[in-house]
């Protein structure tokens, strides 16, 4: 028994990912009495999703066992969802019910209509892989050994390749697990613990798959508004919790004011440092603030801001790497240009001379050389050929390799352009 146990544990160990804290599945207590099966609902909430429930619902139904359900809650269709949903998978449990600006709302009406161990969300634009629901099944069947519940964070993967698992989709149903807020909802147990008593694990075994419809929601002017005036109703419902005013001013960062953003920061910022338990949005905050301040055209500020992410991350934040050193680039590049206004002043003023004091070369080759470098360096290539062909070889030899390879290249993707245009 202890053996199995142990073997529990370290699947569980090597399959569930705590997404805050560290944790030991060892350290739980264990259930001697195990189930042979264990069943899942899949739940999909949609509108007017025509273009895309075919294939969230298929790939559904091609991961279901015998004794799983799909429930399927329509908010108001006036398209052929519905009917694409009966005509794919007859047995679908389908209900209907109004739209109230609130997305938890119809989340926990779904959550009511479920009947199986373990509920599973799926937007209706989104997929699950071939293996998704094999690999869950593995897991649950394991997590019922112990007296333990919690929520399962896939892994979400978009067309622009973007991944991600920070959204909860997956947790027992026998359990006081239920959404909350009206809109970017999230899982939870007590209200006023603000989501904190939820133990998330981010699993790399189940992946969800979205192809980006959601960008076409976002361009949608109506729908930013109603997100917006959401959000800023979430700021009011809960004025304690930092999540909702970086989530607006990250969601309004296009459509807010300067102003408004930084407001919300600070806002953020204030939040986190009097509850260390939301300190998980310090690095998101002040990242946001170093986007607001490169619009600002305040560079500097803007990279002390990515500089605080990095030391609050351990230097673990990409995008925060990225605009630093973007940053560092553009700043050699603006170096480049300057040197090579100077270099060309200078041999312009020196055109048709000899310099006899040279012992690189009396022809000012020497000066040609660096701001070809510098061409190089900026992309600045109206100088380039005129100066490449002048000077002799052992000045521009590097250069001219630089310029064969970069010549090459961009024939081949030229080619490659050409062939999947085919």
């Known amino acids: 028994m202890k053996n199995r146990q142990n073997e529990?544990?370290?699947?569980?160990?090597?399959?569930?990912r705590p997404v805050h804290k560290s944790f030991d599945f060892g350290n739980l207590t264990n259930i001697d009495q195990f189930r042979h099966h264990i069943y899942v609902s899949y739940i999909v909430i949609c509108k007017n999703s025509q273009a895309t429930i075919e294939r969230c619902v298929n790939s559904i139904a091609q991961n279901m066992e015998n004794g799983d359900e799909l429930i399927v809650l329509d908010t108001g269709s006036t398209d052929e969802t519905v009917h694409l949903v009966?005509?794919?998978?007859?047995?679908?449990?389908?209900?209907?019910t109004n739209w109230k600006n609130d997305f938890s709302e119809v989340r926990n009406k779904a959550l009511k209509l479920a009947s199986k161990d373990w509920v599973f969300y799926v937007d209706s634009d989104e997929w699950l892989d071939v293996d998704d629901g094999a690999q869950l099944k593995k897991i649950l069947f394991k997590v019922q050994a112990k007296n333990f519940k919690f929520v399962i964070n896939p892994t979400f993967s978009d067309h622009s390749g973007q991944i991600y698992q920070t959204v909860g989709r997956i947790f027992p149903k026998k359990s006081s697990f239920h959404y909350y807020a009206k809109i970017h909802e999230e899982v939870r147990k007590e209200d006023q613990k603000l989501g904190y008593d939820?133990?998330?694990?981010?699993?790399?075994?189940?992946?969800?798959?979205?192809?980006?419809?959601?960008?076409?929601?976002?361009?949608?002017?109506?729908?930013i508004k109603r997100n917006i005036r959401l959000l800023q109703e979430m700021t009011c419902e809960e004025p304690q919790n930092a999540r909702w005013p970086f989530l607006l001013a990250r969601d309004g960062f296009d459509v807010l004011p300067q102003d408004k953003l930084k407001q919300l920061v600070k806002r953020t910022l204030d939040l986190v440092a009097s509850d260390s338990l939301q300190e998980k949005y310090s690095p998101f905050a002040k990242k946001l603030l170093g986007r607001i301040l490169l619009r600002e055209g305040k560079t500097t500020q803007a990279v002390l801001s990515f500089k605080d992410v990095l030391q609050i991350t351990g230097g673990?934040?990409?995008?925060?790497?990225?605009?630093?050193?973007?940053?560092?680039?553009?700043?050699?590049?603006?170096?480049?240009?300057?040197?090579?206004?100077?270099?060309?002043?200078?041999l312009n003023k020196h055109k048709g001379m000899i310099d006899v004091n040279s012992d690189i070369s009396g022809n000012y080759y020497h000066i040609a050389q660096v701001i070809l470098e510098?061409?190089?360096?900026?992309?600045?290539?109206?100088?380039?050929?005129?100066?490449?062909?002048?000077?002799?070889?052992?000045?521009?030899?590097?250069?001219?390799?630089?310029?064969?390879?970069?010549?090459?290249?961009?024939?081949?993707?030229q080619g490659d352009s050409k062939n999947e245009n085919n």
Do not use: T, W
């Not at 529990?8 to 569930?16: A, G, K, P, R």
């Open 198 to 223: 939820v133990r998330h694990f981010a699993c790399d075994d189940i992946i969800l798959y979205h192809d980006g419809y959601d960008k076409e929601v976002l361009r949608d002017k109506d729908k």
């Open 316 to 346: 673990e934040d990409s995008d925060a790497i990225y605009y630093i050193e973007s940053f560092k680039i553009n700043e050699i590049i603006a170096e480049a240009k300057s040197i090579e206004v100077k270099m060309l002043r200078y």
């Open 86 to 96: 009966k005509k794919n998978m007859p047995q679908a449990k389908i209900s209907v």
């Open 8 to 16: 529990i544990d370290s699947y569980l160990n090597l399959h569930l």
């Open 374 to 413: 510098c061409d190089i360096i900026s992309a600045n290539y109206s100088h380039l050929f005129p100066l490449i062909s002048e000077i002799p070889k052992n000045f521009s030899g590097d250069i001219k390799s630089s310029v064969k390879s970069a010549v090459k290249l961009y024939s081949k993707l």
